[in-house]
C-alpha cells in the first residue's frame, strides 16, 4: 500500500440529482442555485465528493442526459454563474465535484446532429453513425443490432432514407467516435470543464462509445433480458455494440487526458456493465484506463451474509491494489436501498456500515441517508421516456421486473428530496408544484426529523462518514476477510490495515444476537450502527441483531 494515496480513492461520492434535490424559484424544478443552498447540509453530513447529474442545456426528453449544449446550463436549473459558484462554494467546503458527462450520444435537437441530419453530403454528417439499410430500398434496418432497451437501435430518416444509431432511445443519436474531429472535440469538453475547476467526471453508458466498423450482426443468444451484471439479452449477445476494445483503448486516452490536470488530480468513473472482470478492463492492464468503475453488482447484493462476504471476496479479487473497486448502491435509475430491504431500517443502517467501512469508493444516491422509498407510479402517467415507451405493458409486469433489478419507470426512485414534514417537504415553496410528487411519507422520513432524533438512520451515516474520514485504516487500508473468529456464517467480517491503523468490522446479518470474542488489550469500539458513540472495548462484546460494529486495535509492532 503506496503512503499517500490519491484523494480519489479514499473519498465518499453523494450524488445529487439536480431536478429532484432543491428548488430555489418555485418552478417546481430543482435547480443549481438550490443545491448551493443546501451544501451546509452535505457538508454537515460529511460527504466529501458530490456528483450531479446532467444539468446541461437540454430539451429533457430524457432529463438531462441528452445534450444539446456541454458548454451551456439549462435555464431551469440556473446559469453559467451559478454551475461555477457552485465549483467554487463545493471547494470553499473542503468538499470536491463531479459533474456527468454523456460522451456517448447527444440529443437529437443538438447542432451538431440537426446539420448531420440535413443532408448526405453535410460535413458534420460523418459526426454520427449512417447507414443504408437493407433490403431493395433500404427499407430494413442495416443489421440486428438492438438498443440497450431491446428495440432496434436504427432509426431510419425520412430526408436521406438512411438510418442513424442509437444505443438508447431515438432521440440519442450516437456520435461516430471513429471521426478524429468527433474525438478531439469531445476531449476537450472533457477539459473544458476540467479547467473551470471540476474534480472529476461521471460517464455515461461509457461501454458503448465504440461500435464495431463491420457493422456485422450481433449473435444469437438465449438471454431474453440484460441485466447490470450481464448486458447481454434480447436474444443477442452485444458483442459489436458493447465493450469493443476501441473503447477500452479511448479510456486510456481519455484517462491521459484528465491526469494532464493535476493539483489536484481529478478523475473519472465510467457507467459500465459486466462482471467484475470484464469491468476490471476498464481501468485498464497498467491501472491506466477509468480511474473507478460502478460496480453495479453491488446494487443487488442480497441481505445475506453469505453472499456479501461471496461478492466483497469477488471484488477484491478482481480489484486489487492499485486498482479501487465502487459500492453503488443507489442511482437515478435504478430501484431505491430502503425498498430492496423492504423498508427495513436496521438493515439499511447495516448496509450502510458495510458501504461506508468496506475498501472502495462508496457512492450515496440522494436521500438514501434519510432512507427515501420508492414513490410507486403506474407506468401510464410516468414522465420517464422509459417508462413512456413501456406504458402499454400491465403493471404487475413493471413491478416484478423493478424487483428484478429493471426498473421501468425511473420517476419511482426520482421523487423529491424530503427536507421537512411541511407541504412539499422543503424540496420547492409551499404553492409550488414539484415536477414529480413528494412521496406521502415525506411528512416522516425527512432531513428535519433525522436530525432530532439521535437514533435515526441519517445520524448512523453522520456517524460512519465522520469515522470513515478520520480512520486511515477505513479510508486507506487494505482489506482482509477475517474467518476465524468462530462466527456464524452470516456473520461478515473483515480487517482494515493502514500502516500504524486497524480497524476491525464485524456486520451481523442475522436476526439473533451473536457473541463476539476478541482475544485483544486496549481496543476500542469506534462505532456501532445501534449507537454511534465511542467506547472501550475489553473483548467481549454481544453483537444485537443486524449490529455492524467497527473495532480499532494499536497496530502490531512491526
Ligand atoms: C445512463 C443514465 C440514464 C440515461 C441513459 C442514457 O444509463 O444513467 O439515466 O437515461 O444513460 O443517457
Redesign the pocket.
Known amino acids: 500500500m503506496p503512503e499517500e494515496l490519491p484523494w480519489w480513492k479514499r473519498t465518499t461520492v453523494y450524488q445529487i440529482y439536480p431536478r429532484s434535490f432543491a428548488d430555489s424559484n418555485g418552478d417546481g424544478i430543482g435547480d443549481l442555485p438550490g443545491v448551493i443552498e443546501r451544501l451546509d447540509y452535505l457538508a454537515g453530513l460529511g460527504v466529501e465528493t458530490l456528483w450531479l ?1 446532467p444539468f446541461y442545456d437540454s430539451p429533457q426528453a ?2 438531462g ?2 445534450i444539446r449544449d456541454h458548454f451551456g446550463v439549462a435555464p431551469e436549473y440556473g446559469t453559467l454563474d451559478d454551475a461555477r459558484r457552485l465549483i467554487d462554494e463545493v471547494h470553499k467546503r473542503g468538499m470536491k465535484i463531479v459533474f ?1 458527462m ?1 460522451l ?2 447527444t440529443s437529437d435537437q443538438h447542432p451538431w446532429f440537426v446539420a448531420s441530419r440535413s443532408a448526405r453530403e453535410h460535413d458534420k454528417r460523418d459526426w454520427y453513425i449512417w447507414r443504408d439499410g437493407r433490403g431493395k430500398h433500404g427499407e430494413r434496418p442495416p443489421n440486428n443490432w438492438r438498443s ?1 432497451l431491446g428495440n432496434n437501435g436504427w432509426h431510419r430518416d425520412g430526408e436521406s432514407g438512411q438510418w442513424y444509431w442509437a ?3 431515438s432521440f ?1 443519436p450516437d456520435l461516430n467516435y471513429r471521426n478524429p474531429e468527433v474525438k478531439e472535440t469531445m476531449l476537450e469538453v472533457v477539459r473544458h470543464w476540467l479547467r473551470q475547476g471540476v474534480d472529476g467526471l461521471r460517464l ?2 461509457f461501454n458503448a462509445i465504440f461500435k464495431d466498423a463491420s457493422f456485422a450482426d450481433n449473435p444469437f443468444s438465449l438471454r431474453l433480458l440484460p441485466s447490470a451484471e450481464n448486458p447481454h439479452g434480447f436474444f443477442q449477445r452485444n458483442v459489436h455494440t458493447i465493450d469493443h476494445p476501441d473503447t477500452l483503448s479511448f479510456a486510456r486516452d481519455l484517462r491521459r487526458t484528465v491526469d494532464a490536470f493535476q493539483d489536484p488530480a481529478r478523475f473519472l468513473v465510467g ?1 459500465v456493465f459486466g462482471d467484475p472482470t470484464t469491468l476490471r478492463r476498464y481501468c485498464g492492464a497498467e491501472a491506466d484506463g477509468l480511474h473507478l468503475v460502478f460496480l453495479f453488482k453491488t446494487l443487488r447484493m442480497r441481505f445475506a451474509g453469505r453472499g456479501v462476504r461471496a461478492l466483497i471476496r469477488e471484488i477484491e479479487q478482481a480489484f486489487p491494489e492499485p486498482l479501487t473497486p465502487t459500492y453503488v448502491f443507489g ?3 435504478r430501484t431505491r436501498l430502503l425498498q430492496r430491504l423492504d423498508g427495513h431500517q436496521q438493515k439499511a443502517k447495516l448496509f450502510a456500515t458495510l458501504q461506508l467501512t468496506v475498501r472502495g469508493v462508496p457512492f450515496i444516491y440522494y436521500g438514501e441517508e434519510i432512507g427515501m422509498e420508492h414513490y410507486e407510479i403506474p407506468l401510464v402517467h410516468g414522465l ?3 417508462a413512456v415507451r413501456h406504458r402499454k405493458l400491465p403493471q404487475w409486469l413493471a413491478r416484478y421486473l423493478g424487483r428484478a433489478g429493471m426498473l421501468l419507470n ?1 420517476d419511482e426512485c426520482r421523487s423529491p428530496m424530503q427536507w421537512h414534514g411541511g407541504t412539499n417537504a422543503g424540496f420547492s415553496a409551499e404553492n409550488a408544484r414539484p415536477w414529480l410528487a413528494l412521496h406521502p411519507r415525506s411528512a416522516l422520513t425527512n432531513v428535519d426529523a433525522q436530525e432530532r432524533d439521535p437514533a435515526s438512520l441519517l445520524h448512523c451515516y453522520q456517524g460512519l462518514l465522520a469515522l470513515r474520514r478520520q480512520s486511515r485504516a477505513l479510508n486507506a487500508g487494505a482489506l482482509e476477510l477475517v474467518d476465524d473468529l468462530g462466527l456464524p456464517r452470516a456473520v461478515v467480517a473483515y480487517r482494515r490495515v493502514a500502516q500504524g491503523d486497524v480497524a476491525l468490522v464485524v456486520l451481523n446479518f442475522t436476526s439473533r444476537e451473536v457473541p463476539l470474542c476478541l482475544e485483544v488489550q486496549d481496543g476500542a469500539l469506534l462505532f456501532s450502527n445501534r449507537d454511534a458513540s465511542t467506547t472501550p472495548f475489553f473483548g467481549r462484546y454481544s453483537l444485537a441483531p443486524y449490529e455492524g460494529v467497527v473495532v480499532s486495535f494499536p497496530a502490531p509492532e512491526a
Open positions: 447529474s430524457d432529463f442526459y441528452d456527468d454523456v456517448n450520444h440497450m444505443s438508447f432511445l440519442q455515461d453508458i457507467e442511482n437515478h435509475d420517464d421516456p422509459v425511473r
